[in-house]
């Protein structure tokens, strides 16, 4: 007992350090609240056999990060009229060559840094434009802003911008693992093209919208609706015999987001450089796999 | 000190409580470990002035949450021999009227929900699939696969997951919000077409890939790869007069992945009936926004 006496003060200041630990444990926990929140809420919500570590899926309502809410399949089905919908059917014969044509044009699609400065009629870009606005969006929420940079003097500011933070990039925040695959990739931060190309399209995707009232709408699935546009615009380009590359400029959204004074909900998703493939274009030579690498038939 | 000798042992056992309690709190901290060092690291990288939170893009490396790695924009420049591109190039009134002509194929599209059972040739379906397969990706990972159904007992699978899973969503674990969006949207958890359709896709993206000695490849930007290479679907299914309605069933991607036995690496991303229209097929009555609403040009 009397050992115990004189350990009283000893165990009095442990516990005082331990409480002072963990507050300092929870504070550093609030600082990353939104991210472990949700992870937390998911671990609670998650209350199915099924749903393990292994298993969960992005498609997890309660793991989505980024998005203010879900994708509903209902994607255009808002409240309003319905019309009859009609469109036309062609003989089974027609649908696989035309099915087969397309699948050639495409498949002749590549990703092209080596362009030339030739304009391009702005017709073409307003209805290659028009196209991607075609996409489907979750609740039709439309969520894209293309912007479209033919003035020289904005397009040089973009490369400045881009080869800055890509040389950035490379040199600085990288780990190992990524110089190395970009060393087998062979890029580097000169993007030549960015001067060249007589357009340069930058999309932006909505994040949210705002209401007449001044709140937030959610746009479920912004991303994906965007991408998706993305991809009906390069099958657009490829339609016309245009080229471009698919890129996504690494820490360049905010500063371009600046640049084009776009509102804070929008976010740059893609950067592509359009025009005519110079006269001396070369790409990489290579193969995209097989159908039944791709498929399996059930 | 009398009253602290006979405090001691209560010292003690608060003491061990929250010492118990710690230990559980890191075993919690721990199971969000991924999320959170992800969060940390983010807020280690962000040095710089012009980042703050308004200004953050989901184009940050710092914030890619769900990738293991970051999208260049080489996506197809690979170590390999390069090789001369001239695709065909059209005369410039060509050049508009294809792009006019494309607008107005796709601006025909439409999400539809009234499949007819018809059967659809095969080869358009493998010709469709071949040509989503021609999508850029990241560092040419083409990180897709694309399970096809036409077996109905499988597709009557499908359809008892992913309504069983609708129906809990939307009873049980959205809010209000959600909830009136979807009223609004007139949704309910009953896909009959997923029935009827001759054939349902599912689209998984792979989130890494397997190398030869086993250990793990990063697959840059799969899920916007995926997203576009959906969007080239979309125009291969348009073009030869079949509809879809895109649909990212929720909480359904683990069980549909062990329906099909895909591996750990594969997520859900899209699940697409396809067939023709039915005879009364219907859509909401939507306009799309006008070419000045999406574009700004610079």
């Given at each position: 007992?009397?050992?115990?006496?004189?350990?009283?003060?000893?165990?009095?200041?442990?516990?005082?350090?331990?409480?002072?630990?963990?507050?300092?444990?929870?504070?550093?926990?609030?600082?990353?609240?939104?991210?472990?929140?949700?992870?937390?809420?998911?671990?609670?919500?998650?209350?199915?056999?099924?749903?393990?570590?292994?298993?969960?899926?992005?498609?997890?309502?309660?793991?989505?990060?980024?998005?203010?809410?879900?994708?509903?399949?209902?994607?255009?089905?808002?409240?309003?009229?319905?019309?009859?919908?009609?469109?036309?059917?062609?003989?089974?014969?027609?649908?696989?060559?035309?099915?087969?044509?397309?699948?050639?044009?495409?498949?002749?699609?590549?990703?092209?840094?080596?362009?030339?400065?030739?304009?391009?009629?702005?017709?073409?870009?307003?209805?290659?434009?028009?196209?991607?606005?075609?996409a489907?969006?979750?609740?039709?929420?439309?969520?894209?802003?293309?912007?479209?940079?033919?003035?020289?003097?904005?397009?040089?500011?973009?490369?400045?911008?881009?080869?800055?933070?890509?040389?950035?990039?490379?040199?600085?925040?990288?780990?190992?693992?990524?110089?190395?695959?970009?060393?087998?990739?062979?890029?580097?931060?000169?993007?030549?093209?960015?001067?060249?190309?007589?357009?340069?399209?930058?999309i932006?995707k909505?994040?949210?919208?705002?209401?007449?009232?001044?709140?937030?709408?959610?746009?479920?699935?912004n991303e994906i609706s965007v991408s998706i546009s993305c991809g009906?615009?390069?099958?657009?380009?490829?339609?016309?015999?245009?080229?471009?590359?698919?890129?996504?400029?690494?820490?360049?959204?905010?500063?371009?987001?600046?640049?084009?004074?776009?509102?804070?909900?929008?976010?740059?998703l893609m950067?592509?450089?359009?025009?005519?493939?110079?006269?001396?274009?070369?790409?990489?030579?290579?193969?995209?796999?097989?159908?039944?690498?791709?498929?399996?038939?059930?």
């Amino acid at each position: 007992m009397a050992v115990l006496s004189i350990l009283t003060p000893v165990l009095a200041a442990v516990l005082c350090l331990v409480i002072g630990f963990m507050l300092m444990r929870s504070q550093q926990t609030e600082t990353t609240s939104t991210t472990q929140g949700k992870t937390e809420r998911a671990s609670k919500g998650d209350f199915r056999p099924w749903v393990d570590e292994d298993l969960q899926d992005d498609t997890e309502v309660t793991e989505k990060e980024d998005e203010d809410g879900d994708w509903v399949d209902s994607n255009e089905e808002e409240d309003c009229q319905h019309v009859p919908y009609s469109p036309p059917r062609y003989p089974e014969e027609t649908m696989v060559e035309k099915s087969r044509d397309f699948y050639t044009l495409m498949n002749q699609r590549r990703s092209v840094r080596f362009i030339s400065p030739e304009p391009v009629p702005r017709e073409v870009i307003d209805n290659v434009i028009l196209t991607a606005g075609t996409a489907p969006s979750g609740a039709h929420t439309e969520p894209w802003t293309f912007i479209v940079v033919s003035d020289p003097e904005t397009k040089h500011k973009i490369r400045q911008i881009v080869e800055e933070e890509e040389e950035v990039n490379y040199r600085q925040r990288m780990g190992d693992k990524w110089v190395n695959d970009l060393a087998r990739l062979k890029t580097n931060w000169i993007k030549e093209y960015l001067d060249i190309a007589p357009y340069l399209l930058l999309i932006f995707k909505q994040t949210y919208g705002i209401l007449p009232n001044g709140k937030k709408k959610t746009h479920y699935y912004n991303e994906i609706s965007v991408s998706i546009s993305c991809g009906i615009l390069l099958a657009a380009l490829q339609n016309v015999g245009l080229v471009t590359v698919t890129s996504t400029p690494l820490n360049c959204g905010p500063q371009l987001r600046l640049l084009f004074r776009r509102p804070v909900n929008e976010k740059l998703l893609m950067l592509l450089p359009v025009g005519y493939p110079a006269s001396e274009a070369t790409v990489p030579d290579l193969a995209r796999k097989p159908l039944d690498d791709i498929v399996v038939y059930i």
